[in-house]
């Protein structure tokens, strides 16, 4: 069965330090990889996507996601977390249809 | 870029009433809009895709009376809770598909519209 598992319901990291959200998969084709911000009562902002190729791939705001085959992992980085991070966190996957599968979020907080 | 919009952006309603959610894409043309719902702290739920000028393909376990969808044209889909009660109160998000441009595998989505039945 298709579906995504992101492990950390919450997160919390002081701001300028390292961010990691991790994200496993499982499909049995190549996938189609996202990761999307959500605001509290704003709709899904796309940080980067993987669909082929590199698997470092940069997005906005200083985000990078590295595709791992062989974990099926598609974790979420970032070097210097700032304030305006804070927000949910959603890891999904492109699957046959063109449906997307989305992870359960993780709520990222950020402490002065 | 593609950008969606959704209209109301929220909309309050007394139980029995029907509501209706607009979803449009403004710089391209989608045959395929999806429609999600998110309960607080969760993630999206995918109720249905919607096929510009067929029926809507709904999930499993969603009511497609409860919840139309008329997708009449390339850039407007429409979401009609019907017998709104309080139970259907929640955040719903649509998405939809650019296969003209090159991110033809991505969904671009709308900034939600929030229901709250009295």
């Known amino acids: 069965a298709q579906s995504v598992t992101q492990p950390d319901i919450h997160i919390t990291v002081s701001e300028g330090a390292s961010l990691e959200l991790r994200c496993n998969y499982s499909?049995?084709?190549?996938?189609?990889l996202f990761w999307y911000v959500q605001s509290p009562g704003q709709g899904l902002q796309l940080l980067l996507k993987?669909?082929?190729?590199?698997?470092l791939v940069q997005g906005i705001k200083g985000f990078e996601a590295e595709f791992k085959r062989s974990q099926s992992s598609f974790n979420l980085r970032k070097p210097s977390v700032h304030w305006s991070d804070a927000a949910e966190y959603f890891c999904a996957v492109g699957v046959g249809g063109f449906k997307t599968i989305f992870g359960a979020g993780t709520r990222l907080f950020v402490k002065a | 870029g593609a950008v969606v919009s959704q209209h109301p952006s929220r909309v309050i309603c007394k139980s029995g009433t029907s509501v209706k959610i607009e979803c449009r894409s403004l710089d391209f043309q989608a045959t395929t809009m999806f429609w999600y719902r998110q309960f607080p702290k969760k993630s999206l739920m995918l109720m249905a895709t919607?096929?510009?000028?067929?029926?809507?393909?709904?999930e499993q376990g969603v009511e497609k009376d409860k919840f139309l969808i008329n997708h009449a044209s390339l850039t407007l889909s429409t979401l009609t809770v019907t017998s709104a009660h309080p139970e259907d109160s929640s955040f719903y998000i649509c998405?939809?598909?650019?296969?003209?441009?090159?991110?033809?595998?991505?969904?671009?989505f709308g900034p939600g519209t929030r229901l709250t039945v009295l």
């Open positions: 993987y669909f082929s190729g590199d698997t």
């Open positions: 919607s096929n510009e000028g067929s029926k809507a393909t709904y």
């Open positions: 499909y049995g084709a190549t996938p189609y």
């Open positions: 998405s939809a598909r650019d296969l003209a441009g090159a991110s033809y595998n991505e969904q671009f």
